[in-house]
């Protein structure tokens, strides 16, 4: 069975304090990696698509990447306006179009 | 100014009844979605859409409906059949065109049971 597992669960961090996100996932065969940003009764936000091992994207403070059984979300010195719940999800090659979230991480940067 | 719109942003339920939750994008996308989020969960999917006029159950359909007759719209029902209806409803679409794959949200609705 496809499974999509986030970690930490939630993380506490003071600005400046870099840190990763992890997103283990075991699928039959991926077609894409999704991160996605959530900020409180707000839609998710689209950050990164992933689709193979060694594969790195950047925006601002953030970096993902992904290997063949996992990727990472770094937030390099981070300030308090990247407290958010962080999203991963997969697209199957069997599974158009539907994606597996995780059930993420929450980040809180504190001053 | 393109993009996805969710209305209303908060629906009240009562017992028995039938509510219908709205979503309208100007994207041009062809592919819809529509995603239950319970709190410490992923999101679910309920209900996605290909092209207009077809639609296909996602994980957690049973107790709820979809109607795609229209490219730019795909609302969704939630039936008096549907026991645990409180939730945030997330309605996304995609261009599932040249290998596009990437799905956009819009801002959710929260429907509460009274």
């Known amino acids: 069975e496809d499974q999509v597992t986030q970690s930490p669960e939630a993380l506490r961090l003071q600005e400046g304090e870099s840190s990763s996100l992890n997103c283990s996932y075991t699928?039959?065969?991926?077609?894409?990696l999704f991160w996605y940003r959530q900020d409180p009764g707000k839609g998710p936000e689209f950050l990164f698509t992933?689709?193979?091992a060694g594969e790195e994207k950047e925006k601002e403070r953030l970096k993902a990447t992904l290997t063949k059984k996992e990727s990472f979300l770094h937030i390099t010195a981070p300030k308090p306006e990247d407290s958010a719940t962080y999203l991963c999800?997969?697209?199957?090659?069997?599974?158009?179009?539907?994606?597996?979230f995780g059930a993420g991480t929450q980040v809180v940067v504190t001053p | 100014d393109g993009g996805i719109t969710q209305s209303p942003k908060y629906l009240f339920r009562k017992e028995g009844q039938n509510v219908t939750l709205s979503c309208e994008q100007n994207?041009?996308?062809?592919?819809m979605y529509w995603y239950r989020q319970d709190p410490g969960q992923g999101l679910r999917l309920i209900y996605y859409?290909?092209?207009?006029?077809?639609?296909q159950k996602g994980d957690i359909a049973e107790g709820y409906s979809v109607s795609r007759e229209k490219k730019e719209s795909f609302p969704l029902t939630v039936t008096s059949a549907q026991k645990n209806p409180t939730a945030f409803y997330l309605c996304?679409?995609?261009?599932?065109?040249?290998?596009?794959?990437?799905?956009?949200f819009g801002p959710g609705t929260r429907l509460l049971v009274l």
């Open positions: 699928v039959s065969g991926l077609r894409g």
């Open positions: 994207l041009n996308h062809d592919a």
């Open positions: 999800a997969v697209e199957t090659t069997d599974s158009w179009g539907k994606l597996q």
């Open positions: 996304a679409s995609s261009p599932r065109q040249g290998g596009q794959e990437t799905q956009y």
């Open positions: 859409s290909q092209i207009v006029n077809d639609f």
């Open positions: 992933l689709y193979s």
